[in-house]
């Protein structure tokens, strides 16, 4: 596994000057994936802030093959060059390795593109799927997801008189795709780049589907100060909110287990989409959440002595 | 949206005010899906519905907000949806099924140029001949294209009450310039628009039939839940609801789910007229394009050109009766359409060619300007 300081001599996949916003970890991630999985990767982007940023006409940030599908369907589309790529290999017409990788952001995987997902899953194409979790469709001006936590102020869940921001807690989507019983499952975050990159290059080198769910802050739609995204990404960590942890061949190994695990509220505070759960009147949800961050953390360390055993 | 709350003046987006249009109809129920260029409606109801004790649900996907729209309407609620190119042509599947079900809802599609995700921010009237034949199978459908923002409170409360009035999907197309532009606007006073109900079968009533039976009738409809339990399914069925494939029974059924709606075209048209008294080239145009061939007219007149515009407000079903009244004074019809060519083809087919049909078409995302309009009538008056 790459050390960052090699990975950061590597060239640079992802042209600058694209147009996401100043702090997007999004964009973090693509460049980290790419410097990992390198020049012979093909990439299949679902309509999503990512996509958005880095095709606006008439450039490309991709210096690989990238392919911008509907919004339901990057998983498919990538099942496809996959399995055209075998056939090709096959015949003797192509022999190198090619990296196929697919992905969407939070609405476009735990949403509209959890089947496409689901199907190439099962079919067992070597292919990575990865995630950008950001919480919410923010390239159409931040309407809760399937992915939004439990209390979060989106524009379609505005915290108000009738609720108090998003009433469900989020679709366990890491534990859906460990539940496909594919080679290769984990979590991550660009806030722990080499824990990041670690995944990466593991998912590309297994034989079958892989999956990543990454979470990356945004900073426009959880309201904080740019220059922050990447406390907010190790304080979802440190809070255990968001464990890292990766399942290989079914068995779980936590990467990160805080010393110290800090209070969920430590990760709200600063963060406008969640300022409403500080009043008086909803400091119940606060407890609620805790309490369901508390119990999954507990059943993600008996899992992991379990599947180890 | 802001203004002076006593006067009821407001200066809003042609989104929300489809919305207040659809919330002074009566409209309880909305599911949706986040994609510009309509995401404002659903920001709207979700803020306003649970207000009013109506709900608005955020669903997974466009499949899921059209099937969601034909749950809550089977329920009793008056439910509507409201998405773009993309989304809509997720919806045409479920569109049939409403079709066929007879069940009232409201689709709302902010067109943007396509096609596939084409130009998420810019217009285009693309959908004309999608919203008319996008689901499979012989259909009518009834859809209005307003052009002004207070038009898009009137017609989407006039896409409400005909959803009910004639147990049908209704699709209000609007385009990206209409659904993002202000106007300053006059809120109507609540129950302002008289609504339709849909047809309801009494409590007590022997032996109902709750789908169409031919001869272009609308049959009462029960709700689920209520006293009468019936049978909705999307395989083609009988007056009762079971599915049938005896041939005079499934006739009978799509001549009487067309005919219900094609049969009244032409008390279902609605126009506005510039002009047209005195006019030898008719402009026909609707939604942003109809504001901006209104404009030409205003400078081919200065010219010393007999223009005038008929504007459609009812796109489906298409109505060739006032085609057919003004073409024997007519030199020419002109079509601007933010399309290659879809209403100009019903036109021509109304007018069965009497007058000369040309066609002018932009598919470059902008809108036309007037002089580009002006100039083509021009040339086309040279030739």
Not at chain 1, 162 to 172: A, D, L, S
Not at chain 1, 206 to 227: H, K, M, Q, S, Y
Not at chain 2, 97 to 118: D, F, K
Not at chain 2, 140 to 161: D, G, M
Request: aromatic residues 8%.
């Amino acid at each position: 596994m790459p050390a960052p300081k090699q990975l950061a001599e590597r060239k640079e996949l992802l042209a600058g000057g694209h147009r996401a916003c100043a702090g997007c970890l999004p964009m973090t991630a693509m460049r980290q994936m790419l410097l990992t999985a390198g020049k012979d990767t093909v990439v299949g982007c679902a309509t999503g802030c990512v996509e958005v940023v880095t095709t606006i006409y008439p450039y490309t940030a991709w210096r690989t093959p990238f392919i911008h599908n509907a919004f339901e369907n990057s998983a498919a589309t990538i099942s496809g060059a996959e399995a055209a790529y075998v056939s090709l290999r096959k015949q003797g017409k192509i022999d190198k390795k090619i990296n196929f990788v697919a992905m969407g952001g939070d609405g476009g995987t735990y949403d509209i593109g959890l089947q496409a997902l689901s199907g190439a899953m099962e079919r067992g194409h070597n292919m990575l799927y990865i995630c950008y979790d950001n919480q919410a469709y923010m390239n159409t001006g931040i309407q809760r997801s399937g992915g939004t936590p439990k209390g979060t102020a989106t524009s379609t869940t505005p915290a108000g008189k009738v609720i108090p921001g998003k009433t469900q807690f989020p679709k366990p989507l890491t534990e859906i795709m460990i539940a496909h019983d594919i080679p290769f499952v984990a979590q991550a975050t660009p806030g722990y780049p080499k824990d990041f990159s670690d995944k990466v290059e593991k998912a590309l080198a297994i034989d079958g589907p892989a999956f990543i769910n990454v979470l990356t802050p945004c900073t426009r739609g959880w309201r904080f100060p740019p220059e922050q995204s990447m406390e907010y990404a190790r304080l979802a960590v440190k809070t255990c909110f968001w464990p890292l942890y990766e399942v290989e061949y079914g068995v779980i190994k936590i990467n990160r287990k805080p010393k110290e695990k800090l209070p969920v509220s430590k990760w709200f505070e600063g963060q406008g989409r969640f300022r409403h759960l500080f009043k008086e009147a909803n400091k119940g949800i606060i407890d609620e959440i805790q309490a369901e961050v508390d119990r999954k953390w507990e059943l993600l360390l008996k899992r992991e002595e379990l599947t180890q055993a | 949206m802001s203004g002076n709350n006593e006067r009821s003046i407001w200066v809003m987006q042609g989104n929300e005010a489809c919305s207040v249009g659809a919330v002074a109809a009566g409209i309880n129920f909305f599911a949706g899906y986040p994609i510009t260029p309509s995401s404002e409606v659903a920001e709207f109801m979700a803020r306003h519905l649970p207000l009013i004790g109506g709900r608005f649900i955020q669903m997974e996907d466009e499949i899921a907000s059209m099937a969601a729209i034909i749950g809550a309407s089977l329920a009793g609620a008056r439910s509507m949806t409201a998405t773009s190119g993309p989304g809509f042509s997720l919806m045409q599947e479920n569109l049939g099924l409403a079709c066929l079900a007879e069940i009232p809802c409201v689709i709302v599609n902010v067109q943007r140029a396509g096609p596939s995700t084409g130009l998420p921010t810019q217009p285009a009237q693309g959908d004309v001949m999608q919203t008319r034949w996008g689901t499979h199978g012989d259909h009518a459908i009834i859809a209005l294209a307003p052009a002004t923002v207070l038009e898009c409170i009137e017609l989407t409360a006039c896409c409400v009450s005909l959803s009910e009035q004639f147990r049908t999907p209704v699709v209000l197309l609007l385009d990206e310039v209409i659904g993002h532009m202000r106007e300053s606007v006059a809120i109507p006073a609540p129950g302002s628009y008289k609504v339709r109900s849909r047809p309801l079968p009494s409590d007590d009533e022997e032996d109902y039939r709750p789908f169409c039976g031919g001869q272009s009738d609308v049959p009462p409809m029960a709700h689920f839940g209520g006293p009468h339990r019936f049978h909705v399914t999307g395989l083609t069925h009988d007056e009762r609801g079971f599915p049938t494939m005896v041939p005079e029974e499934v006739d009978k059924k799509i001549r009487g789910i067309v005919d219900k709606i094609e049969l009244k075209a032409d008390d279902l048209a609605m126009n506005d007229e510039t002009m047209t008294d005195d006019c030898e080239v008719l402009l026909f145009a609707y939604g942003s394009s109809a504001r901006v061939a209104k404009a030409s007219v205003g400078i081919l007149r200065e010219r010393g050109v007999k223009a005038g515009l008929l504007r459609v407000k009812t796109i489906w079903p298409f109505s060739g009766k006032r085609l057919k009244e003004l073409a024997p004074q007519l030199r020419s019809i002109i079509v601007p359409e933010m399309n290659l060519g879809q209403l100009v083809t019903e036109v021509e087919r109304a007018v069965a060619g009497v007058v000369p049909v040309r066609h002018l078409g932009r598919v470059d995302g902008h809108l036309f300007e007037p002089d580009q309009i002006t100039d083509f009538v021009l040339e086309e008056m040279a030739s």
